[in-house]
């Protein structure tokens, strides 16, 4: 039999599960035609970036294997949203950065989910969601961290 659980423990990462299926349905629904959830991740990653990030370092970031992260790469470098170019300092490795049309194709994603997500802050409060993102990140560190 399995040692006892901790309910506490058990209905966060219920929740959790519940709130990333429905907000990824809710949200692949509203994003402009052609664009993947996955597409707009990446995307809105490196906009917030300063300086370009390997592969690896993508995939690491994602918790994505290399192959999943080269497919999401290849199409993003195909509509132009990325560019991918060699590192000067080691040219066996790649480097990615987001175009000005990858900065627009995110901000024209986001102004399409923003009405969304809106909606949910209004419903649920935003000073709870604004004292709810410290510990979401806490969570997301620690599951990195493993």
Same mark, same amino acid.
Request: proline content about 0%.
């Given at each position: 039999m399995a040692e006892t659980q901790d309910p506490i423990a058990v209905? !966060?990462?219920s929740e959790l599960f519940m709130a990333d299926q !429905?907000?990824?349905s809710k949200?692949? =629904?509203a994003l402009p035609k052609g664009?993947?959830?996955s597409h707009f991740t990446m995307l809105n990653h490196l906009y917030q970036l300063t300086e370009p990030r390997t592969p690896a370092q993508l995939a =690491?970031?994602?918790a994505l294997t290399r192959g999943a992260l080269t497919n999401t790469l290849a199409k993003l470098e195909w509509a132009g949203h990325i560019h991918v170019s060699p590192d000067w300092d080691d040219a066996r490795? =790649?480097?990615v950065v987001i175009s000005p049309a990858g900065r627009r194709a995110r901000d024209t994603a986001l102004e399409s989910i923003a009405p969304i997500i809106l909606k949910?802050?209004?419903r649920v409060g935003a000073d709870r969601v604004r004292d709810a993102v410290p510990v979401l990140r806490d969570l997301r560190r620690s599951l990195a961290d493993d």
């Open positions: 209905s !966060l990462f !429905l907000a990824r949200l692949s =629904k664009m993947e959830l =690491k970031s994602f490795r =790649k480097q949910i802050i209004e």
